[in-house]
């Protein structure tokens, strides 16, 4: 049955805090070739720095040795690549910088990780992928297919795509949209012979209630807001069309935002052949920072917080503490679709 999920804390559900190793093969690399036009070289060299050789092999031997593991295929961007800064993890492989190296701490699902930063629906879900997948959905027995795309088909380069100089040209959005939610039917389709559900989940946005985008946002304490790098994906492209203020920039992101549920993801929840459901992310670390949502362990509101600025790194990806807000409602989903024991009671090695 497919669902809308809305962000909830099951107390039981925690954090670890004994964080495994990075390459304990809880999840393995596969990324796509050939679908980043002129940064090919800079995905290849990513690939040498963190795929791992036969990721497919290892991951099914893997879960051989934990036959009661849940398998999760995950289809990501960034927000399940995102390089991860901090002491519980390496620079390269973890930090908990993104959504899986999250889940990965748990423990308590195997994750076999396919996609790349940047990645788009229009490009992964293709015809020409087809026995890509199916060599993976055949071999992987897997229990969930979790996506995380759609929000790069709409920023970056594809901003122009539907933004005029009076803002945007709502027809060309819609158009956009309607490929996006083309491109997910066609995978779904795939997926419907396997009969795996999939949980999917909107974005988030990086805008707060006085209508600051946020750009300023900077990394390590640096200000980087002046810097070309801090506001790439979106802002930068609102600029070049002479919109320049706050409080419309912000108006066009959450419109941006709220078209890519309600013209894919409502439209997937509703097409009967279809298995998929998503978590509603959208406005999350707004509402945490303002205390509207379930607290969660290890994630404490500070008395300054009157907005979600912490819990973001740039104008598109949360800080390490907002994926960890973002996951844990993620996680309740994903622990409700495949009937998961609470958390606790298996990192700590005790039983219910």
């Known amino acids: 049955m497919s669902t809308i999920f809305k962000p909830k804390q099951n107390p039981n559900i925690k954090l670890s805090c004994n964080l495994p190793d990075s390459r304990s093969f809880l999840y393995a ?24 050789p036969h990721g497919l092999e290892q991951f099914v031997s893997f879960c051989s040795r934990k036959p009661n593991l849940p398998k999760v295929l995950a289809i990501c961007d960034s927000w399940g690549h995102y390089p991860g800064l901090g002491g519980d993890g390496d620079w390269l492989q973890g930090g908990d910088g993104n959504l899986l190296d999250n889940m ?42 979790f996506i995380s795309l759609g929000g790069n088909d709409l920023a970056s380069e594809n901003v122009p795509k539907y933004l005029g100089t009076k803002g945007i040209e709502q027809d060309k959005l819609n158009a956009l949209c309607d490929e996006i939610f ?24 990086a805008t707060w209630c006085d209508g600051g985008t946020n750009m300023e946002i900077g990394f390590g304490g640096i200000d980087l807001s002046q810097l070309h790098i801090s506001k790439n994906w979106i802002v930068r492209y609102l600029a070049e069309k002479g919109i320049i203020k706050k409080k ?28 998929f459901s998503y978590v509603d992310t959208y406005d999350c670390l707004a509402n945490y920072a303002e205390g509207k949502l379930p607290f969660i362990p290890g994630i404490p509101l500070k008395e300054k917080d009157k907005t979600p600025r912490r819990f973001w790194l740039n104008e598109i990806h949360p800080t390490r503490d907002g994926f960890r807000i973002l996951e844990n409602y993620i996680y309740e989903a994903i622990a ?17």
């Open 29 to 52: 690399d596969e990324y796509f070739y050939g679908l980043a036009g002129g940064t090919q070289r800079l995905f290849n060299m990513g690939d040498r720095i963190n795929r791992i």
């Open 104 to 145: 990965r701490d748990r423990q308590t699902l195997a994750i076999y990780r396919v996609g790349l930063n940047g990645a788009e629906a229009k490009d992964l879900f293709q015809e020409k992928h087809t026995a890509f997948f199916e060599r993976i959905l055949d071999q992987g027995d897997f229990d969930l297919v």
């Open 182 to 205: 083309t491109q997910f039917s066609w995978f779904l389709k795939l997926l419907s012979k396997y009969g795996i559900p999939a949980l999917g989940h909107s974005y988030d946005d």
């Open 248 to 275: 419309e920039q912000a108006r066009i992101v959450r419109e941006v935002l709220q078209s890519l549920k309600t013209r894919v993801f409502d439209k997937l929840i509703n097409t009967e052949e279809f298995k």
């Open 336 to 352: 409700e679709i495949l009937n998961l024991p609470n958390i606790g009671s298996i990192i700590e090695g005790t039983t219910k």
